[in-house]
């Protein structure tokens, strides 16, 4: 796991976070709860490519 796909979510994070309060902010709660939805897609979509990684290499360290 590389440093680079942390601070991908963490960036993903922290654009949500201030886009889901700006949002709120103006009264568009739906929208806000649409973005914030969004975000956790995007987070979970980074995240199982490296998923996919990790059952590879344990498929091939155990034989498999």
Do not use: N, P, Y
């Not at 590389?2 to 709660?29: E, F, Y």
């Amino acid at each position: 796991m590389d440093v680079s796909l942390i601070l991908r979510v963490a960036g993903v994070g922290i654009l949500v976070a201030i886009a889901a309060q700006i949002l709120s902010k103006s009264g568009r709660d739906e929208q806000a709860t649409f973005v914030t939805v969004a975000g956790v897609i995007v987070v979970f979509l980074l995240l199982i490519q490296e998923i996919g990684t990790l059952f590879d290499t344990v498929r091939a360290t155990f034989g498999f």
